[in-house]
């Protein structure tokens, strides 16, 4: 099989690998509330079961890179290989540490600009409907923070993650209809 399929389909299936391995993660962590808590908090120094958070979201990071460099190959991709790296850093370094936290909002802030920048290069109405809704994700992810309607950040995390995540699966579908 290509590398551009093998990558297509890492693409595709990030979404399953993301729910999946976050419920595994939630399961080991039954303090975790969406509503008070940031996901990293599962991944905290102080957490005796920090090292599943830390290690799925690496192991996580190092499969989109994969699927990122595929799509950067094919042209839908420019920022997302960088975010990823980004990602794997906020696995790397748990919360207490300095890296962390801007490491969280590089992966965010470049997944979504990615997004919006190959929506618009693609030129047809999906690819503007992409560039809208990420925008409007990051609109979003920030009035969610600043009007502090949670305690935690898990919500909109997982939100800006949705947009990224169906992101994926779509660009993986593209590479895979358009491959021989």
Do not use: C
């Amino acid at each position: 099989m290509k590398p551009g399929r093998i990558a297509a389909y890492i693409s595709v299936s990030l979404p399953a690998v993301f729910i999946i391995g976050l419920l595994i993660v939630i399961s080991r962590n039954p303090w975790f509330s969406l509503h008070n808590n940031a996901l990293s908090d599962m991944g905290s120094v102080r957490n005796p079961a920090g090292y599943y958070f830390n290690g799925f979201i690496m192991m996580f990071a190092v499969l989109s890179f994969i699927a990122a460099v595929g799509a950067f190959r094919r042209g839908l991709a420019y920022l997302m290989p960088l975010a990823m790296i980004f990602l794997f850093i906020v696995g790397l370094f748990p919360e207490e540490y300095a890296p962390h936290a801007p490491a969280a909002v590089l992966f965010y802030v470049l997944a979504l600009a990615d997004i919006v920048l190959v929506g618009v290069k693609l030129h047809r109405s999906a690819g503007y409907w992409w560039a809208a809704s990420a925008v409007i994700t990051f609109a979003l992810m920030l009035y969610i923070v600043k009007a502090k309607l949670f305690k935690g950040l898990a919500i909109p995390e997982l939100l800006g993650a949705a947009t990224i995540l169906a992101w994926f699966l779509y660009v993986g579908l593209l590479q895979l209809h358009t491959q021989p």
